[in-house]
């Protein structure tokens, strides 16, 4: 079991930065592939970067690609996502995710992630 929290979240000025972090709970923060996510009024859900278990791989939404930074300590059970250069459309909840994911493969799919944090409102002012 795991328990995840984010923090972080705020109010900013279209091109602004934010930090993001996940604290999660359990003595295994090592062996998930971590994810976040983002979900904006009206819309669906969507996945906007992920890392492998020692943080040696990322991945990341095109639409984010080159603005945000994800990053990871193992041995704090810590998980940060590095906005920066945000903009208006970037405004949604904001969600951390932990996938046991064998393969240590980094996942877009909502569905294959098995924890969830309460999410934390990011907001975008132009």
């Known amino acids: 079991q795991v328990q995840l929290v984010e923090s972080g979240g705020g109010l900013v000025q279209a091109g602004g930065s934010l930090r993001l972090s996940c604290a999660a709970s359990g003595r295994t923060f090592s062996a998930y592939v971590m994810g976040w996510f983002r979900q904006a009024p009206g819309q669906e859900r969507e996945f906007v970067g992920g890392i492998s278990w020692y943080g040696r791989r990322t991945g990341y939404a095109d639409s984010v690609k080159g603005r945000f930074t994800i990053s990871r300590d193992n041995a704090k059970n810590t998980v940060d996502l590095q906005m920066n250069s945000l903009k208006p459309e970037d405004t949604a909840v904001y969600y951390c995710?932990?996938?046991?994911?064998?393969?240590?493969?980094?996942?877009?799919?909502?569905?294959?992630?098995?924890?969830w944090g309460q999410g934390t409102q990011v907001t975008i002012s132009s």
């Open positions: 995710a932990a996938d046991r994911a064998p393969s240590n493969t980094i996942t877009k799919n909502q569905n294959d992630y098995d924890y």
